[in-house]
């Protein structure tokens, strides 16, 4: 693992536009996934109800280990953070989109061309390299921790929303190699499974209460909205919907569609 350049001042601001790559308010900076409201809770002894299933501040992971989807939880934060257009990644459901999908034919990359040679090449190749989503998230995150401890004694998590721009730039910059992995490689998929989380059907676990849909005023999965088209950037008057909750997407009958 290697890092060329120097980490930034905790006392350097970070950056605060969305869109900027970085921006945003503050990272939830906390390690605990619970909500303030539900540690307090929990401090004072009160027993508090089930939480709802479709609340990603409850979410327990299938694929990632705990560690692991501690990582993803604020590595998609600083990448899709919250600010004054609407929420971040977490809020989202984002980390719990990408958990889910690790499970699916994409994730093992089942519907990946796979065979050798793998050769570096310029970019209209494609995709070079002999992993699948699951093994390139395996194989990134540990060693991002531990490069992580190695220079800053704290696991990613753990790190100043600064500090963890400068490990996500030198990730995107292709500055920092996890033993065969190259930095940008898994920073693309990374950032790509990010964006689509947010904005992907919630049916899939992102984008939760379709709130990336109404940033953007996006009708959803609507049969009709051709009363709103070309309406040289009038405002969508109706919120969005989404796709009818059955069937899952990720039941096993489904996935045998999809395949």
Not at 168 to 179: I, M, P, S, T, V
């Amino acid at each position: 693992m290697t890092s060329s350049s120097s980490p930034p001042s905790h006392d350097a601001p970070a950056p605060l536009s969305r869109r900027g790559f970085m921006g945003g308010a503050a990272s939830l900076s906390s390690l605990p996934l619970l909500s303030h409201a539900a540690r307090a809770d929990e401090k004072d002894g009160k027993q508090q109800p089930a939480p709802p299933d479709d609340d990603p501040a409850h979410y327990r992971p299938v694929f990632f280990s705990e560690e692991e989807y501690l990582f993803l939880c604020h590595a998609c934060e600083r990448i899709f953070p919250q600010d004054e257009n609407g929420p971040g990644a977490q809020a989202l459901g984002v980390p719990r989109f990408i958990d889910r999908q690790m499970t699916t034919p994409y994730g093992r990359g089942d519907l990946w061309y796979m065979k050798a040679p793998f050769v570096n090449g310029p970019p209209e190749l494609g995709y070079q390299l002999p992993y699948s989503p699951q093994d390139l998230y395996r194989g990134a995150i540990t060693p991002i921790n531990t490069h992580c401890l190695m220079l800053h004694d704290a696991v990613f998590a753990a790190l100043s929303p600064q500090w963890q721009d400068e490990v996500l730039h030198a990730l995107e910059d292709n500055r920092l190699h996890l033993n065969d992995i190259p930095g940008a490689a898994f920073f693309e998929q990374l950032r790509t499974n990010t964006l689509e989380g947010a904005f992907s059907d919630p049916a899939y676990g992102g984008n939760h209460n379709m709130a990336g849909w109404k940033m953007m005023d996006f009708p959803g999965a609507r049969a009709d909205f051709m009363d709103w088209i070309n309406q040289d950037g009038a405002r969508y008057p109706l919120g969005p919907v989404g796709m009818p909750p059955k069937p899952d997407p990720y039941s096993a009958s489904f996935q045998n569609e999809e395949g």
